[in-house]
């Protein structure tokens, strides 16, 4: 005789069942079958690490050099937003070095992803005047980093897709296409 499932089981049952996990199983011949999925959320991380690299190591420099010049929204909107330029180049790096010119931008969804998670946790989880400070804080260390990421790749990618020359020799008619 058979014990029947704990609620936990069946959950990893359903979970099993529900497919959104194919996409990180191998097919038949042991290849991912979506490695952009696989990539571009391994890849998330380091765009993360870089992130927070650009933002540990500018803001001191920032701050000490431009506080004699600069007012201090001015001041808080550098600091904010030349880490997020920096980091943005850094990550567009992946772009030219990647035969999938898709990868950065889904790399981008994948952190958007995360901050939705982030916002909706605190919301749930935080009271007024915490979910106020993170708000802040997302606004000062989280929007600019997504906002010029995003802006970027999306440029990057939208040039590729017009300049692609496999795309003009497929408009081509089958007596032009030569080997």
């Known amino acids: 005789m058979e014990k029947e499932p704990s609620s936990f089981e069946k959950k990893l049952i359903r979970i099993k069942e ?5 996409a990180f199983r191998f097919t038949k011949d042991g290849h991912f079958k979506s490695t952009l999925l696989i990539y571009s959320f391994s890849l998330s991380f380091v765009f ?4 927070i690299a650009c933002y540990w190591l500018l803001i001191d420099p920032i701050e000490f050099g431009l506080r004699e010049v600069l007012s201090t929204r001015l001041l808080t909107l550098a ?6 330029v920096l980091g943005t180049l850094i990550c567009s790096v992946f772009h030219f070095i990647s035969h999938e010119k898709k ?4 790399t981008y ?10 916002w909706a946790y605190s919301f749930v989880t935080f009271n007024a005047e915490e979910f106020t400070v993170v708000a ?3 606004k000062r260390f989280l929007a600019p980093p997504m906002i010029t990421g995003i802006a970027w790749a999306l440029l990057l990618y939208l040039r590729h897709r017009a300049n692609d020359p496999f795309k003009k020799y497929q408009s081509l008619p089958d007596w032009q296409k030569r080997v």
């Open 109 to 118: 969804g994948w952190l958007v992803v995360y901050l939705v998670i982030l």
């Open 48 to 51: 993360i690490a870089v992130y």
């Open 79 to 84: 600091e904010s937003v030349l880490p997020a």
């Open 18 to 22: 529900s497919g959104f996990w194919d």
């Open 136 to 138: 802040m804080l997302a």
């Open 103 to 106: 990868m950065v931008l889904f």
